[in-house]
């Protein structure tokens, strides 16, 4: 589907959310100079077109109590992960599940899972919990806790609202190709 200036200005227009108040959708209208009825016909031909997958929120974890999160690395046999990685998806708990090529020799993990918790305590419990009912005792994994938190926000897609421009790396390291590729 190839998009139109309009469907490009309200893709840009929501990256950072829609507008809280009690008409958004006509807030948005206003800015991009036509009526409510069009944005949320827009809207609907985007997500019918699957060029809008998802309508949601970021929720700030930490400011509702959340202070523990742990990214949890599995290394599942390619042909079970599917159906454990939809399993694992499915579990209350697990707030984004995923799968990504391993890299031999440097890191062996193919299916991965975030768990948000008030504490660390209740996270290895969950994780506890996840490994017994899905029967992954015996997988190879690891749980890698969060030390910092940068930045949490949607993500950004369309044209680039302005050029970055990266400044030369003053050093090089001797970092594998296969390690580059999965950055």
């Given at each position: 589907m190839?998009?139109?200036n309009?469907?490009?200005?309200?893709?840009?227009?929501?990256?950072?959310?829609?507008p809280?108040?009690?008409?958004?959708?006509?807030?948005?209208?206003n800015?991009?100079?036509?009526?409510?009825?069009t944005v949320?016909e827009?809207?609907e031909?985007?997500?019918?077109h699957?060029?809008?997958?998802?309508f949601?929120?970021i929720i700030?974890?930490?400011?509702?109590?959340?202070?523990?999160n742990?990214?949890?690395?599995f290394?599942?046999?390619?042909?079970?992960?599917?159906?454990i990685?939809?399993?694992m998806?499915?579990?209350?708990?697990?707030?984004l599940?995923?799968?990504?090529?391993r890299?031999?020799?440097?890191?062996p993990?193919?299916?991965y899972?975030?768990?948000?918790?008030?504490?660390?305590l209740?996270?290895?419990?969950?994780?506890?919990?996840?490994?017994?009912?899905?029967?992954?005792h015996?997988?190879?994994?690891k749980?890698l806790?969060?030390?910092?938190?940068?930045?949490q926000r949607?993500?950004k897609?369309g044209?680039?609202r302005a050029?970055?421009?990266?400044?030369?790396?003053?050093?090089?390291r001797?970092?594998?190709?296969?390690?580059?590729?999965?950055?």
């Amino acid at each position: 589907m190839e998009l139109s200036n309009l469907q490009h200005r309200l893709i840009e227009r929501l990256r950072d959310g829609l507008p809280l108040g009690k008409h958004p959708y006509a807030d948005i209208a206003n800015d991009l100079g036509t009526t409510e009825g069009t944005v949320i016909e827009t809207l609907e031909q985007l997500i019918a077109h699957k060029v809008i997958n998802r309508f949601g929120m970021i929720i700030r974890h930490r400011a509702l109590g959340y202070q523990a999160n742990a990214m949890c690395v599995f290394d599942i046999g390619d042909d079970a992960a599917p159906d454990i990685g939809k399993a694992m998806a499915a579990l209350p708990y697990v707030t984004l599940c995923y799968r990504r090529e391993r890299v031999a020799g440097v890191w062996p993990y193919n299916l991965y899972c975030m768990i948000h918790g008030r504490d660390r305590l209740t996270v290895r419990a969950q994780i506890r919990h996840l490994i017994a009912r899905l029967e992954l005792h015996d997988a190879p994994h690891k749980v890698l806790f969060s030390k910092q938190c940068f930045t949490q926000r949607a993500g950004k897609y369309g044209a680039p609202r302005a050029s970055v421009s990266l400044p030369a790396p003053t050093e090089t390291r001797a970092i594998p190709d296969e390690v580059r590729e999965i950055s």
